[in-house]
């Protein structure tokens, strides 16, 4: 087995029949593959995955690859290659534009993708992976550890608490609307419902001593969704 291009290959693509043949030539090539066939799956996936590499089909069912492509960007440096069977020069400044480092057109050459991964990973660095911890003021999130301290003190948090703190931090100073919440978090142990985001955020903001009445740490952008102020956990 060649071992020289090993490593975790997250492969988002619709298309069982290529999915399985890309994944099968990759594998004897070294890397581990997971297949996830789902856009609106794809970043629980990566998140549980935690790849090196991200192969990325741009149409799929549930969310469009270039919205999985910017719901992981959100989150991590990865190396992101797009597939599209489109030659049109707007799809590859779309993808790019939206965080991808590579294309790659259809009918696939596995050789091709082959090389291109190898190249994303000679030039990827030993922090370009999920970002392990974030920091702000005396809140500080650790992914690897999951834990997260307020003031030095451990905050418990369950699962999916966890996760879209991750996530609202990781957009911090961005606004992120209900829809882009669920899109995102949908298959990482969430009911799908829009007032589950609420009630989570309320969770979340007790237990991260936030005034629900005038939150300064979390807040609501009326009509338009939720903001982590970075600010905020100063004092």
Aim: charged share 25%; glycine share 8%; net charge neutral.
């Amino acid at each position: 087995m060649d071992n020289l291009g090993s490593g975790k290959v997250l492969l988002v693509e619709d298309d069982e029949r290529l999915a399985g043949l890309i994944a099968h030539f990759l594998s004897q090539h070294g890397f581990e593959v997971r297949i996830e066939h789902r856009g609106d799956l794809a970043l629980a996936a990566f998140l549980a995955f935690e790849p090196k590499v991200v192969v990325l089909d741009l149409m799929l069912p549930g969310q469009s690859g270039l919205q999985v492509c910017r719901g992981i960007r959100n989150v991590a440096d990865t190396p992101i290659v797009i597939l599209t069977a489109k030659e049109d020069d707007v799809d590859h400044i779309l993808g790019l534009e939206s965080g991808a480092d590579d294309y790659v057109i259809k009918p696939i050459k596995p050789a091709v993708l082959l090389a291109r991964l190898r190249a994303l990973q000679r030039r990827q660095s030993p922090d370009t992976t999920v970002r392990g911890a974030l920091e702000f003021g005396r809140l500080s999130i650790d992914r690897s550890s999951r834990e997260v301290r307020l003031a030095g003190d451990l905050v418990e948090l369950t699962t999916m608490e966890f996760e879209l703190l991750w996530l609202l931090a990781s957009a911090a100073g961005k606004i992120l609307s209900r829809d882009d919440i669920l899109n995102r978090m949908r298959g990482i142990a969430f009911d799908g419902l829009n007032r589950g985001v609420d009630v989570y955020v309320s969770k979340l903001r007790a237990k991260l001593n936030d005034n629900p009445r005038e939150p300064m740490r979390i807040k609501t952008v009326w009509g338009k969704g939720y903001l982590f102020n970075p600010f905020g956990w100063e004092l």
